[in-house]
């Protein structure tokens, strides 16, 4: 079966950084584009950002702009959000995800919990 699995999540005082990492079994990530979306209980599921299959090309949501960067390396088949000067309000599940004509997959999440 086809699965993404996300790692990399913790604790972290604000201001503080973390990487996650996406990874995939049952198929080839590189193949395609890949998405970070987050959620916290009684909200809804968020885009955070977003990059091509080839990793040329990439998008942030405007809240993260400047702070997190989406890249990947299609040589480890691994998709990465590198997360820079975080807040107490992105305490949240991070999920990433596949979202195309034909594949649909997402991730369990992985716990980032921003505080002092």
């Known amino acids: 079966q086809v699965q993404l699995v996300e790692s990399g999540g913790g604790l972290v005082q604000p201001g503080g950084s973390l990487r996650l990492s996406c990874t995939a079994s049952?198929?080839?990530?590189?193949?395609?584009?890949v998405s970070w979306h987050r959620q916290v209980p009684g909200k809804e599921r968020v885009f955070v950002a977003g990059i091509s299959a080839d990793g040329q090309n990439a998008k942030h949501a405007d809240t993260v702009k400047g702070r997190f960067t989406i890249l990947r390396d299609n040589r480890k088949n691994e998709v990465y959000l590198q997360m820079n000067g975080l807040k107490p309000d992105e305490t949240a599940m991070y999920y990433c995800s596949i979202n195309s004509h034909h594949m649909h997959v997402w991730g369990s999440g992985t716990l980032v919990t921003v505080s002092s």
């Open positions: 049952g198929f080839t990530l590189s193949s395609w584009p």
